[in-house]
């Protein structure tokens, strides 16, 4: 007798293998692309000894294609807790869509110009590029209400057996888009900078590029990012290991807020993140 197959789509556990649907094409076809740029530019990242800022001048595209692998393989893995017809309903087909068409057009833009020497971002020079960093601000705010979009969807329809990584998942991908939101709307207005007398230039984190000599406000927009995959991961490590979901899934979303509004303190007094 032939074995019946096991879970209906809307159980499946988020690491089991991804289904074949729409939703997750899209996004698992960003972290493709993501990728396939990050090991194209390798050696150029290698060999082409140029800066921009003080750092490597194809550090800025490599550090946007790992980052945004990373949030679209978080959307792709956490939206498979919900039911297969929400997951390609057309709320989340649209975001999905509009996320990914904004995410191509800026990595192709940011690789342009990291291959010109010349700034993506803050970049007021020419009125072309300074309508073109404007449209990316509204890029970059189609891609992170990807996440915002995905906790309503969960918190409305997700399956909730793993109660950790559902609390986590919610919690984590609301409160790092609200984060992210206020802190890139900052770093719009005011530049990357507190102190400075010139965009660039000095002492600098290795990779990241922050500043070591003024306040650098970037450090406080990572952290709040990437609450998208750690406050998840912890809601997961809390149900794997028996402990108690909410304490640490608040737990873990309360100390990065912290860390974040303290970075971001420090950065508006003109204090470095590590001094010179």
């Not at 993501?34 to 800025?60: E, G, M, Q």
């Not at 915002?148 to 609390?167: F, I, N, P, T």
């Not at 802190?183 to 290795?206: H, K, M, Q």
């Amino acid at each position: 007798m032939t074995a019946i197959s096991s879970h209906p789509t809307h159980l499946r556990q988020p690491w089991t293998a991804l289904p074949n649907d729409q939703v997750t094409r899209i996004y698992i076809t960003c972290v493709l692309f993501a990728l396939a740029c990050f090991a194209v530019l390798l050696p150029a990242w290698i060999v082409d000894n140029r800066l921009l800022d003080s750092s490597a001048i194809w550090t800025k595209p490599q550090k946007f294609n790992i980052s945004l692998a990373l949030h679209f393989i978080t959307l792709a893995v956490l939206a498979q807790m919900l039911p297969a017809e929400t997951r390609n309903g057309w709320v989340m087909r649209i975001t999905a869509y509009l996320a990914a068409g904004a995410f191509i057009a800026e990595t192709i833009y940011i690789i342009i110009q990291a291959s010109r020497g010349r700034r993506s971002h803050y970049n007021f020079d020419t009125p072309l590029e300074t309508a073109i960093y404007i449209a990316m601000g509204v890029g970059a705010v189609m891609i992170v209400s990807s996440a915002a979009v995905l906790a309503v969807q969960l918190w409305r329809k997700a399956e909730r057996k793993s109660r950790g990584l559902w609390l986590g998942s919610v919690v984590g991908l609301a409160t790092g888009f609200a984060a992210t939101l206020y802190f890139t709307s900052y770093l719009s207005d005011n530049g990357r900078y507190i102190g400075a007398p010139l965009e660039g230039g000095g002492v600098v984190v290795p990779f990241f590029g922050w500043s070591r000599e003024y306040g650098d406000l970037r450090p406080a927009h990572f952290v709040a990012l990437h609450m998208m995959q750690t406050v998840p991961f912890a809601g997961w490590l809390a149900d794997r290991l028996g402990w108690n979901s909410i304490l640490v899934v608040g737990g873990a979303t309360i100390l990065q807020l912290v860390a974040a509004i303290a970075l971001f303190v420090q950065a508006l007094a003109g204090k470095p993140i590590w001094p010179v």
